[in-house]
């Protein structure tokens, strides 16, 4: 907060896992309620009435064109940042570090796609976003520098709440960097117990000798099929104790 202004936006983190806190859908088949994990999430994600959410870099790829090598192009594209749409109000944000992502359109589900993305992507990389009509935020160098992130999430997209919807490896980033204000999290009645699939938050980094956060619980519900529904405030990150 500065001069009682937030710089950054409410961050609700909003995640489907089952009790074992994994979060690939695709393996829980149909649930007890009759729906599937994905008509799960997009039904309790939408009850917030949150215009705009951002994912990592794996999450969003499963919303972009397929990979396909970048046209070579002799111009520079203009320095800074590109909004391609600015009376855009719900937005697509992903993380795209590297310039991995592709687009052939610039909206998902009727939201303007924007990319936060680092000074290591090529002018290749951009011209294709720009060609696409997709927005871009430099944000970093060689990392994305995740607090700066979301201020210019608030600043220039003017973006007062925002849903971070997975998938767990920037979850854990944005939790260590202490963006997260919120966390929804809606448990299906499923084990996955696969040792190697993605939980909600992979936490980057050495292990660390407490776990990374508290939480308050602020509601509870149960929903048709034996689903719980948890609410929680992030009380205080302990991650940053090393063993
Ligand atoms: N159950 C649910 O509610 C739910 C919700 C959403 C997603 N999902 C699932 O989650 C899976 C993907 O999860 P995931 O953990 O593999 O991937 P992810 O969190 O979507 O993306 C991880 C990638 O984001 C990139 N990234 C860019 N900047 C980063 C930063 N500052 N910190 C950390 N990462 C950064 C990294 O790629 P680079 O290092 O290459 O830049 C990293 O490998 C998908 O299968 C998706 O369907 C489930």
Redesign the pocket.
Known sequence: MLGGKRMRPYVICH???TIDGK???DRWGSLPSGQS?GSL?EKTAASFGVQSWL??????K?FAAKSRRLKRVKQTVPPGDYLADPNARRFAIG????G?LRFSKNTIGGDHVVLLVTRQVSNDYLAHLRSAKVSYLLCGRN??N?GSALMKIRSSLRIRRLML???????G?MLKAGLIDEISQVIVPVVDGGPDV?SVF?I?GPRTQTAAAKLKVIKHRVLTGGIHWFRYRVEMRTAARRP
């Open positions: 995640m489907c896992t979060i690939l859908v994990g999430f994912v990592g870099t794996h999450t969003m499963e993380a795209d570090a590297k991995v990392r994305l995740l919807e997975g998938g767990g490896m920037f979850n980033a993605t992979e980057p």
